[in-house]
């Protein structure tokens, strides 16, 4: 039997009736950037996420290099990052010429909150959390270093759409908060997407002249800006599968709790969720010691795995400059030796999630 990792056309087909007519409707219509999807999307979106609003752009990139140019966050400026991140993260912060400084995660994958204060200097502008592979990253800790040290706070949620921490979801925490759409997220579209939340009006209203040219008047340019939005057929899609979302998080949900009752296996560490928190499952991801062996084991019996991720941002070819070592971040190096993320998607069939547990638990 073969296990896909993510095909996306099973959550296409769950509500292909809808989304065709959704795209037929925003073509017919002959207007195709910056019109009533969007707006409506940007609307049930900050409502979802219980935030005041969102600015919807074109990827959860640009979700973060908007985000910390609105801070004002720029060159000798640092910003507090866990170091086992999608290298986007960084990216963000670096192509506004500002200085990421690395902290090491906790056994839940994110942000260890004991390891921050003595990273932060008199630079220390903001601290950026990611609740990585869907679980929200316990945030006590954190609210209370950024308001002691007046920092600013800023979430990637690209993997944690409707994650909570103590019930307040994910992306109403922060000064800013950045998701994206990506096919392959939980909340994804069908090209490239993204959206920021916030609760601040100013910063809302930054946002939406640096998405669009430095612009909000037409021709009127106020800084420097990108082209960076959110266009209107993806937005219509996005509300469509914004309306499923709380149903498609269940389904993952559910297929988690079975994985985690019924996979049996001294040889594969099972993910842990902190009691405060709640996770999405955007990834479902063991640990192992022999991991080219486990790999190839799932290999045999069909199954398809992925590393999320084999190179840490420090010890990538696009930050040699920081000039970083191997050594540097022993927790988040070695994380990256032993991370396997196994299939869990939505649409999965009971035979599939069967046969994932059944190959687990007969590795040797
Ligand atoms: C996917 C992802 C991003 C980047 O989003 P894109 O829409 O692909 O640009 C940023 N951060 C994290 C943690 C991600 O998983």
New binding site residues.
């Given amino acids: 039997m073969e296990v896909p990792f993510n095909p996306l056309d099973r959550q296409y087909f769950m509500f292909q009736k809808e989304y065709e007519e959704k795209a037929l409707k925003v073509l017919r219509k002959g207007w195709y950037i910056l019109g009533e999807e969007v707006e409506a999307f940007e609307e049930e979106f900050a409502r979802y996420v219980g935030a005041d609003y969102s600015i919807g752009v074109d990827?959860?990139?640009?979700a973060?290099v908007l985000s910390f140019r609105a801070l004002g966050i720029g060159p000798g400026d640092e910003v507090i990052v866990q170091a086992n991140?999608?290298i986007?993260?960084v990216m963000g912060i670096t192509m506004n010429g500002a200085t990421p400084v690395f902290v090491e995660p906790n056994e839940f994958h994110n942000l260890d909150s004991k390891k921050i204060e003595e990273k932060i200097t008199g630079k220390t502008k903001a601290i950026c959390v990611?609740h990585?592979y869907g679980q929200a990253t316990n945030m006590d800790q954190i609210l209370k270093l950024c308001e002691k040290y007046s920092l600013k706070l800023v979430e990637?949620c690209?993997?944690s759409h409707g994650a909570r921490y103590k019930g307040q979801m994910a992306g109403s925490f922060g000064d800013l908060a950045?998701f994206?759409?990506?096919p392959g997220?939980n909340l994804g579209c069908f090209g490239?997407?993204?959206a920021i939340t916030t609760r601040h009006k100013e910063l809302r209203d930054k946002l939406r002249m640096l998405r669009n040219y430095g612009s909000q008047v037409k021709y009127q340019n106020e800084e420097v800006g990108y082209n960076a939005r959110l266009d209107e057929l993806q937005a219509g899609l996005l509300r469509i599968k914004l309306s499923h979302l709380d149903d498609l998080t269940q389904e993952r949900a559910d297929l988690a709790q079975r994985y985690l009752e019924e996979m049996k296996n001294d040889k594969i560490e099972l993910p842990k969720v902190d009691g405060d928190c709640s996770s999405v499952w955007h990834l479902f991801v063991v640990m192992t010691e022999d991991r080219d062996r486990l790999m190839s084991h799932y290999q045999k019996n069909g199954i398809k795995t992925l590393i999320h991720y084999p190179i840490p941002p420090h010890l990538s070819n696009a930050y040699k400059p920081l000039g970083y070592q191997e050594g540097d971040f022993p927790i988040t190096e070695s994380l990256a030796q032993k991370v396997l993320s196994i299939p869990l998607f939505n649409g999965m069939t009971k035979e599939e999630a069967d046969h994932v547990i059944r190959v687990t638990n007969a590795y040797q």
């Fill in positions: 990827n959860g990139l640009n973060l991140t999608f986007a993260t990611v990585l990637d690209a993997q950045c994206s759409f990506y997220k490239d997407g993204g």
